[in-house]
């Protein structure tokens, strides 16, 4: 995926359907299948994926939490090139589940992809960028934590999706939506916590 289409997410959804062969879809076909020289596609694709039923099954919140910091840890540094280590990259997902995710996910892709446009661009560009990224590497934090509350989880990976959608359309009314859902999650996390202790 280069170009406009690493910015539509029915391309990026196109390209989940596609990846990997046979019946099990690793993190790393995944990336092959998206481009492993683009950062932000990534981490749209993982996010977008937990906040279809997928957040559901166990271990695949705390997968996406290790892949999402390592991709936003490497474009916080700059990073070009996107690096996985092997036991994260060969993690799999049964290609049925991918495929009811990417199924799930095709209405609501199309009504984003039809009302995003660049808009308030100073919000996707540096230094304010860097905050974006920074709600994107905290917000994974809390979902090995709370995996047992899959619509936590949802709702955590949708302001990922949010913010990394702004990102790639540089559209900064979708950043701000990512925000303020970012936001609710962060003090409803910080409310469980103090509330378990």
């Known amino acids: 995926m280069t170009g406009d289409d690493a910015r539509t997410l029915n391309h990026l959804l196109d390209a989940l359907d596609t990846a990997g062969e046979g ?21 749209l694709a993982v996010s977008i994926l937990l906040v279809s039923p997928l957040s559901g099954v166990p271990g695949v919140p ?15 540094a700059g990073r070009r090139h996107l690096w996985l280590p092997g036991i994260l990259g060969r993690r799999c997902i049964p290609r ?3 495929h009811m995710a990417t199924g799930w ?42 995996e047992f509350l899959p619509f936590f989880t ?16 540089r559209d900064g009314y979708f950043l701000i939506a990512g925000y303020g859902v970012a936001t609710s999650i ?7 916590v103090q509330a378990a202790t």
């Open 23 to 43: 019946e099990q879809v690793s993190v790393q076909d995944i990336l092959d299948e998206v481009g492993e020289r683009s950062i932000m596609p990534v981490v």
């Open 62 to 76: 705390t997968l996406s939490a290790m892949v999402l910091l390592l991709l936003v840890g490497q474009a916080v």
């Open 96 to 98: 049925s589940r991918l």
């Open 105 to 146: 996910l095709r209405r609501p892709a199309t009504w984003f992809d039809t009302h995003s446009h660049p808009r308030l661009r100073v919000l996707a560009q540096n230094p304010l960028r860097r905050i974006a990224l920074a709600f994107c590497l905290v917000l994974p934090l809390t979902w090995p934590f709370l």
């Open 154 to 169: 949802s709702f955590g990976a949708g302001a990922v999706a949010l913010i990394a959608f702004g990102l790639l359309t």
């Open 186 to 192: 962060l003090v409803s996390a910080a409310f469980l």
